[in-house]
T-cell receptor, first 115, second 111 residues
Framework: DTAVSQTPKYLVTQMGNDKSIKCEQNLGHDTMYWYKQDSKKFLKIMFSYNNKELIINETVPNRFSPKSPDKAHLNLHINSLELGDSAVYFC??????????????FGPGTRLTVT | DAKTTQPNSMESNEEEPVHLPCNHSTISGTDYIHWYRQLPSQGPEYVIHGLTSNVNNRMASLAIAEDRKSSTLILHRATLRDAAVYYCILRDDNQGGKLIFGQGTELSVKP
């Protein structure tokens, strides 16, 4: 069984559209994250939820809205897509937010291309 | 900003040991030292972590300097599958557990 899964794997869309990326973890973890990897391969944290509550919100445009219906799922909705949103988006999970002694598990990524 | 410094790239020969260095001179007492790697077209993968003592697991060893201002990831016998970008990261419990990635070290392994 895949520990952290994301759908879709690839997403090609036009500027101005609204799209969602879904993430699910079956590890029983309390905390989930969204990271963005840009074309220069730089990975940056976007959001984190702990038990369905937002705990990290980096300086991300308001067009990005995460939603956590339960602690096993963290979805990312993006409104009015722009060319600069093209990137690979990774979901991750860990036991908890104050668990520096524990690892994060990453999903396979969703490659978003905005044309 | 990443709080670690790593060489941009390193080369190794297959089946030889590899030592990947990392400097983290501003490390605080609550920071754990984590290493992740990212193989081409995959998500980051946990390798190892430690706080003060050296650590071993099935993938690698982590040697931590006594003053904790530097660490070294050791791959005992590099294989072609170990070619990846290796990230040294300080994880602070006071920051919600987020990982702050730097540029990492791109390791290439020659047969």
């Amino acid at each position: 069984d895949t520990a952290v899964s994301q759908t879709p794997k690839y997403l090609v869309t036009q500027m101005g559209n609204d799209k969602s990326i879904k993430c699910e973890q079956n590890l029983g973890h309390d905390t989930m994250y969204w990271y963005k990897q840009d074309s220069k391969k730089f990975l940056k944290i976007m959001f984190s939820y702990n038990n369905k509550e937002l705990i990290i919100n980096e300086t991300v445009p308001n067009r990005f809205s995460p939603k956590s219906p339960d602690k096993a799922h963290l979805n990312l909705h993006i409104n009015s897509l722009e060319l600069g949103d093209s990137a690979v988006y990774f979901c991750a999970s860990s036991i908890g937010p104050t668990s520096g002694g524990y690892e994060q598990y990453f999903g396979p990524g969703t490659r978003l291309t905005v044309t | 900003d990443a709080k670690t410094t790593q060489p941009n790239s390193m080369e190794s020969n297959e089946e030889e040991p590899v030592h990947l260095p990392c400097n983290h001179s501003t490390i605080s007492g609550t920071d754990y030292i984590h290493w992740y790697r990212q193989l081409p077209s995959q998500g980051p993968e946990y390798v190892i972590h430690g706080l003060t003592s050296n650590v071993n697991n099935r993938m690698a060893s982590l040697a931590i300097a006594e003053d904790r201002k530097s660490s070294t990831l050791i791959l005992h016998r590099a294989t072609l599958r170990d070619a990846a970008v290796y990230y040294c990261i300080l994880r602070d419990d006071n920051q919600g557990g987020k990982l702050i990635f730097g540029q990492g070290t791109e390791l290439s392994v020659k047969p």
